[in-house]
Each structure stands twice: as C-alpha cells, then as structure tokens.
C-alpha cells in the first residue's frame, strides 16, 4: 500500500471556527510532513515529523497545531484562522534518512482544499 | 530562501514533441528530485538524481544535474496529452533531514 490518505478533501471554515486535517499512511514511514500550498506557487514545508517528534517547524503561526498520535497519522489543528491561510494543504510520507544519508522520495497525499471565510 | 528556480513557467508543445524544464538552486545538495502534480492534486514523485550523477533515465524521462552549476533539466520524450500537469524541482537541506525545497514549477500542456 504506497498511498497516503487526507481527509476531509474540501474545508470550508469561519475565522473563529477550530477543525483540523487529518493524514493517514500504512507504509512504516516514520517522516511525514505538512506543506501548503497557494494557487500557481510551489508547496512550502510547514512541519515535519521524525519518529512521531517534532523536528522541523518552518516557522509556522501557533494557528496552525500538529500532531502526530503515532506513526501511522498527522493532525494538524486549525484555530483562528484568517483568510490569507486558503491554501491547498499537503501531507507526504517518507524513510528517515539516517546521520548524512540521502534525502527519500515522499509520497504525498491528495491534499485538503481550505477555504477560510 | 533555498527555493529554486525553474523556468520556462509555462510550456506549450504538441503531443510526440519533447519537452525540457530547466531548474536552477542554491545552496549544495545531497539530491534533486522531480515531481509531478496534476492540477489541484497531490504530488507524484517521479525521479531523483544523486549528488554525485550527472544523469539519470527513467522510462521517457531523463533527468541531468550539473553541481558546478547548481542546476538541472528533465527531459520529457515523445510527449503525451496525459504528461499534461506541473512539473517540480525539489532539492533537500544537506543537513541529513529529509526536507525538501520546491522549485517554482513548470505549468506544461501538451496539446493532442
């Protein structure tokens, strides 16, 4: 099984709503990662998650809350919102690279489609 | 930023053509990997090349990296409708994470 599923695929929130996106994979990867990504423009990486710790967070507002429940799922927690934040939101998998080793292919779900109202 | 660049933004060709996206980065890499994303979709790996090759092939993609200076092109043989979608460089951190960079992005449309 090499697919990573998010759900739900379309979100419609108020600013002073909380929701979150969930991402589920059964590859035994134990990288997974939150990117999002606005019309026309390349993904950004939000997080990232190493053996279910926090190792990467690229400097994201405290709106956005991840978390990872075990090695199988992602969260990310919405709360707050502003429109601005209406993005494609992605979530992929990968191996864990150890010490030097090369980076993996990441296999990326079909994404979450957010609209903040 | 670390963020490539890839250019053209947008190509055109007609469906048998080839197809080249170029990508330019920054800093020193241990990869560069190739990804395709169809229109509001998730991403499809497709090809990564190691530092230390020039060239890879995968199927009708073949894939060149030049680290002297810093870039790389994807080669798209015999296009189809179907290899109609964005096209991603993507380079990692050299720091032994596995986060990726995303270039700009090639918009190709490849008309039957």
């Known amino acids: 099984d090499t697919e990573v599923t998010q759900t739900p695929k379309h979100l419609v929130m108020g600013m002073t709503n909380k929701k979150s996106l969930k991402c589920e994979q059964h590859m035994g990867h134990r990288a997974m990662y939150w990117y999002k990504q606005k019309a026309k423009k390349p993904p950004e990486l939000m997080f990232v998650y190493s053996y279910e710790k926090l190792s990467i967070n690229e400097s994201v507002p405290s709106r956005f809350s991840p978390e990872c429940p075990n090695s199988s799922l992602l969260n990310l927690h919405l709360h707050a919102l502003q429109p601005e934040d209406s993005a494609l939101y992605l979530c992929?998998?990968?191996?864990?690279?150890?010490?030097?080793?090369?980076?993996?292919?990441?296999?990326f779900g079909p994404g979450t489609r957010l609209t903040v109202t | 930023s670390q963020q490539g660049e890839e250019d053209p933004q947008a190509l055109s060709i007609q469906e048998g053509e080839n197809a080249t996206m170029n990508c330019s980065y920054k800093?020193?890499?241990?990869?560069l990997q190739w990804y395709r994303q169809n229109s509001g979709r998730g991403l499809v790996h497709l090809i990564l090349i190691r530092s230390n090759e020039r060239e890879k092939h995968s199927g009708r993609l073949r894939v060149t990296l030049d680290t002297s200076k810093k870039s790389s092109s994807l080669l798209i043989t015999a296009s189809r409708a179907a290899d109609t979608a964005s096209y991603f460089c993507?380079?990692?951190?050299?720091?032994?994470?596995?986060?990726?960079?995303f270039g700009t992005g090639t918009r190709l449309t490849v008309i039957p």
């Open positions: 993507a380079t990692d951190a050299r720091t032994g994470a596995n986060n990726l960079f």
């Open positions: 992929a998998s990968s191996l864990t690279p150890q010490g030097g080793e090369r980076a993996y292919e990441q296999y």
């Open positions: 800093t020193s890499i241990n990869n």
